[in-house]
């Protein structure tokens, strides 16, 4: 019996060292089985951080997201991306993004779709939060300036020098309580609902096929007649007011001309000068990332390019037919039967070829470059300089 207790004893003292070991072992076990998982939440975290800014930019330029969410397989086509100098320059600044995107397009997309979904439910009271948008909205189809700013940098609506600098926009605050607690606690967020507010108002208002015509056509008009502009930007009941038409003959004789413009203005005048500077305002954007500075970046274009912009937009004006076609469908310009059926453009685009380069680069960006459009309206109709008749005086 001793001896099979000593044993005993012996069998217990040799094996505490092993259960020790193993006591350490199941120890450990769960501290790693706990670090392990906590490399997903940081996975998630940069991943989020990475939806959110492709949101952001996507936010920025909806013609795009508009395209990648019908067919996000077009971030993987070179010559789409190249089309779009924004996006590229986008995706060469966030290489991961770029990864993660081309990687698996669908994926990607319905990821941002989640997150955009998401923000927009956890972005305050909705009832109350659509008026203040749609409040907001207003204000700042007034105030482009301010528009822009607040966009490209949301926090200056904290920067308490900044909005005293902008009577108008401090004295809105003023009297938009709720608003300005809104986009004061989070401005990054107010300004992303209230541009997804602004596409869906655009969404809403109507048929675009027919509608963006008419807007060009009064965003050429605005453009080349200033202080009309500048008036009914401030007050659009003005187009409604038959002694102040008739005080602007130029307005009057365009809206003679142009009788379905005439009759969506007159409709609704406040919705079509919000559309109409949305439309202005994005017209710029495409012309910058097409590379023709405007607007506020004219001074970035060379003379050159200014002047065979403007060279070509007198030409545009005094033949009409061409312009008409070419604005309808701006790729003609390349089309070689096209360009036989009129040889007098054929003729000017080699008398110019820097404009025949424009051209073939981006047809589109050329038509509808502010450059364009000012000197066609402004050259005179060839029907009206009479050819081959002697001057009398002679």
Do not use: C
Not at 24 to 47: E, H, K, M, R, Y
Not at 322 to 340: G, H, I, T, W, Y
């Amino acid at each position: 019996m001793a001896t099979n207790k000593t044993r005993r004893l012996y069998a217990r003292a040799s094996l505490a060292p092993l259960l020790a070991l193993a006591m350490l072992f199941w120890i450990g076990t769960p501290v790693s089985g706990q670090t392990a998982p906590a490399q997903n939440p940081q996975d998630n975290d940069t991943t989020w951080r990475e939806l959110a800014d492709m949101d952001r930019f996507l936010d920025s330029h909806p013609e795009m997201a508009e395209q990648l969410r019908k067919d996000p397989s077009l971030i993987n086509n070179q010559q789409w991306v190249e089309n779009h100098p924004a996006l590229q320059e986008y995706l060469q600044t966030h290489p991961e993004i770029r990864e993660e995107f081309s990687e698996n397009p669908n994926a990607f997309m319905l990821r941002e779709e989640r997150y955009e979904r998401r923000e927009e439910g956890r972005e305050g009271d909705h009832d109350t939060t659509w008026r203040q948008l749609a409040s907001m909205d207003r204000f700042l189809d007034s105030h482009p300036e301010i528009a822009e700013q607040l966009r490209k940098d949301p926090s200056l609506i904290n920067n308490q020098q900044w909005v005293e600098n902008h009577p108008a926009l401090q004295e809105y605050l003023q009297q938009h309580p709720g608003v300005r607690e809104e986009f004061k606690e989070n401005p990054s967020a107010f300004m992303r609902q209230e541009e997804r507010y602004d596409r869906r108002e655009e969404a809403r208002e109507g048929d675009h096929d027919t509608t963006l015509r008419q807007l060009a056509s009064m965003d050429r008009f605005l453009d080349s007649h200033r202080e009309i502009s500048e008036q009914l930007r401030k007050d659009p009941s003005l187009i409604n007011n038959r002694d102040w038409v008739e005080k602007h003959p130029a307005l009057q004789e365009y809206l003679q001309q142009h009788p379905e413009v005439r009759e969506e203005f007159r409709e609704n005048p406040s919705a079509f000068m919000r559309r109409e500077e949305r439309y202005d305002r994005r017209e710029d954007d495409r012309d910058r990332e097409a590379g023709i500075g405007l607007g506020d970046d004219r001074h970035r274009m060379g003379d050159r390019d200014r002047g065979e912009l403007t060279s070509f937009g007198h030409f545009l004006g005094s033949h009409s037919t061409v312009a008409e076609q070419l604005s309808r469908d701006p790729s003609l310009a390349n089309n070689k039967e096209f360009l036989a059926n009129h040889p007098e453009l054929g003729e000017y685009l080699k008398a110019h070829p820097g404009m025949t380069q424009q051209l073939a680069a981006n047809p589109q960006a050329v038509m509808s470059s502010n450059w364009v459009m000012q000197a066609s309206n402004t050259a005179p109709k060839a029907s009206s300089v009479p050819k081959g008749k002697p001057n009398p005086n002679r």
